[in-house]
C-alpha cells in the first residue's frame, strides 16, 4: 500500500523538468537580419526562476491519488481544496499544506478510533 504521492514521494515538491532544476531557461534567437543566432539565459518560466515546482499529482500534500481523491470529498478539507482549486500554492507553503492534512487526517484517524471504542463498549454493553 503506497503512504506517499509516487511522483514526488511525499515531498509534494518535483524538480522542474523545463530547466532541470537550474532556474535558468535558453532562449535562442535570430540577432538582425545577419543569420547570427544569440543565446540568452532567462528565467525559466515554468518555475519563475526557482528549479523547482509544486508536484502537480498531488498538489503539494504528498498524498497517494487514493488519498487525495477522498480528501477532495471530505468537508474538513474545504479550506485546502480551495487553495488547490484556485491554484493558491507556492513552494513556500507546500510545507504549511503537509501540516494542515497531517492535523486533520490525526482528527480523522481519532474521530475513528472513538468511534470504534463506542461500538465496542456497546457491544459488550449489549452481551
Known amino acids: 500500500k503506497t503512504k506517499d504521492c509516487v511522483e514526488c514521494s ?4 518535483l524538480t522542474c523538468t523545463s530547466c532541470e532544476g537550474s532556474g535558468k531557461y535558453a532562449l535562442i534567437g535570430k540577432r538582425g537580419q545577419i543569420q547570427e543566432f544569440q543565446y540568452v539565459l532567462a ?3 515554468e518555475c519563475f526562476g526557482t528549479g523547482k515546482k509544486v508536484c502537480e499529482h498531488c498538489f503539494g500534500t504528498g498524498l497517494p491519488e487514493k488519498k487525495l481523491k477522498g480528501m477532495l470529498r471530505d468537508p474538513r478539507f474545504e479550506r485546502i481544496t480551495e487553495r488547490l482549486r484556485t491554484q493558491n500554492v507556492d513552494i513556500e507553503l507546500v ?4 501540516k494542515e492534512v497531517k492535523e486533520i487526517q490525526a482528527q480523522i484517524a481519532a474521530e475513528k478510533q472513538a468511534k470504534k471504542a463506542a461500538e465496542a463498549s456497546a457491544a459488550s454493553g449489549e452481551a
Open 10 to 13: 511525499g515531498s509534494g515538491i
Open 43 to 45: 528565467s525559466c518560466p
Open 95 to 98: 510545507p504549511e499544506i503537509q
